[in-house]
């Protein structure tokens, strides 16, 4: 304890400016716009949502508020990071131009990435075939089938198969980590960086 207290006296406070924050976040519950597997028995009906198919939810708005709640207490109230009266620069608005190097870079890299995670999960992907229809099951059905997490927040009814085990893991939590792996990989990958 003598040392840790020793060693926090040393620490100075940073004094700069934030340049840059990247957030991924799951802003909120959006209604599939197609079935999550081609065995899936639940059916698309607008009733369950009545928001509409793509948009969000009625939980989906109240954790985008809250969200938006959580950003602006952080940066904006608590650590003053971000001025109260802040407007979004017109050089950092999303851009529609495209760079043809990043596109080809990121997507070889992007092809590496999935041949390497596809050949770690083949196991799964046999096991998945099966349960959920697809004909040749890969990466690219884990971020399709992600969409039963948006089946259960509307509490449809879900296959037993989703709570069977694995090696210790069961299919659902497999799905959930996947994806996870697959979706920080799109914003956290080495030639992506180079280019911001």
């Not at 009266?85 to 529609?96: F, G, I």
């Not at 999960?121 to 971020?143: A, M, P, Q």
């Not at 497999?174 to 180079?194: G, Q, Y």
Request: charged share 30%.
């Amino acid at each position: 304890m003598i040392k840790l207290a020793s060693l926090l006296m040393f620490l100075q406070p940073a004094a700069g400016e934030l340049q840059f924050v990247v957030g991924l976040m799951y802003a909120g519950d959006i209604p599939p716009i197609r079935l999550p597997y081609p065995n899936d028995l639940n059916e698309l009906e607008l009733d369950i949502y009545p928001r509409g198919i793509g948009r969000l939810t009625e939980v989906g708005v109240k954790r985008v508020y809250e969200l938006g709640r959580w950003l602006r207490r952080r940066y904006v109230t608590d650590h003053q990071l971000i001025p109260p009266n802040y407007s979004m620069p017109e050089r950092l608005r999303p851009l529609t131009d495209t760079c043809d190097r990043f596109e080809r870079e990121t997507r070889f890299e992007e092809e590496e990435f999935r041949e390497q995670f596809d050949a770690e999960n083949v196991e799964w992907y046999e096991r998945l075939e099966e349960d959920t229809g697809f004909s040749r099951f890969n990466s690219k059905n884990v971020e399709t089938l992600f969409d039963v997490e948006k089946e259960i927040a509307q509490g449809l009814p879900q296959p037993a198969w989703l709570n069977q085990s694995h090696n210790g893991v069961t299919v659902l939590d497999w799905i959930r980590e996947s994806f996870r792996k697959l979706a920080v990989f799109k914003v956290a990958s080495e030639k992506r960086a180079r280019f911001a």
